[in-house]
């Protein structure tokens, strides 16, 4: 059990288009749902959590105007990368906690999608 | 800000045990270690967390120092498809429920 889908696995796009990332918890409800950017050879980096029926909370340094989060479900979280440039190329996981009272519960990421701007 | 040290890189015999220590000095009396691993091109995947016992699963086990300062994640038998980077992390559910990855531990399981 706790599978997380995202979607698109890898898309590519043009400079100055959005592209939307889908991030569905398939067996379960999630409250939190967390979202990371990864460059080639480096760790993850968060970037903002979601909760839903709530604003996202971002991390510094990442535009909230530039990076659409939208969680309206319990079982759906979706990232928009707005007018996208070359450098928000990037590998972008999404991440689920199971259930309300989520602290001792671990998370359920995604596969990721790899995002190519060109 | 990551709040855990873990080596760059670690190499292993298939069938072997491997032994990824993880330091946490500034641990708080209510932070979980979460293990995660992550192979090349997919997100992470759980490994194991705990809290001050001593925990044992299918895929590995977490022995957590008595003074919860360290923590080393025991891969009994190692095979090519752990070849992975290992990530050990803290999470606190009582601030910030979040997580934050540090660099992690780059495994290499030679046949």
């Known amino acids: 059990g706790a599978v997380v889908s995202q979607h698109p696995s890898w898309v590519i796009c043009k400079s100055g288009t959005s592209v939307k990332i889908e991030c569905r918890s398939l067996?379960?409800?999630?409250?939190?749902m967390f979202w990371y950017r990864q460059f080639p050879k480096q760790s993850l980096m968060l970037m903002a959590t979601s909760n839903e029926g709530s604003k996202a909370t971002y991390e510094q340094g990442v535009e909230k105007d530039k990076f659409l989060i939208n969680h309206a479900s319990l079982t759906l979280s979706t990232l928009t990368v707005t007018s996208a440039h070359p450098e928000d190329s990037s590998f972008y996981i999404c991440s689920a906690v199971r259930g309300i009272s989520s602290y001792n519960s671990p998370l359920h990421f995604g596969n990721g999608t790899r995002l190519t701007v060109t | 800000d990551a709040k855990t040290t873990q080596p760059n890189s670690m190499e292993s015999n298939e069938e072997e045990p491997v032994h990824l220590p993880c330091n946490h000095s500034?641990?708080?009396?209510?932070?979980?270690i979460h293990w995660y691993r992550q192979l090349p091109s997919q997100g992470p995947e759980y490994v194991i967390h705990?809290?001050?016992s001593n925990v044992n699963n299918r895929m590995a086990s977490l022995a957590i120092a008595e003074d919860r300062k360290s923590s080393t994640l025991i891969l009994h038998r190692a095979t090519l498809r752990d070849a992975a980077v290992y990530y050990c992390i803290l999470r606190d559910p009582l601030n910030n429920n979040d997580m934050r990855f540090g660099a992690g531990t780059r495994l290499t399981v030679k046949p």
């Open positions: 500034t641990i708080s009396g209510t932070d979980y």
């Open positions: 067996d379960f409800q999630a409250t939190t």
């Open positions: 705990g809290l001050t």
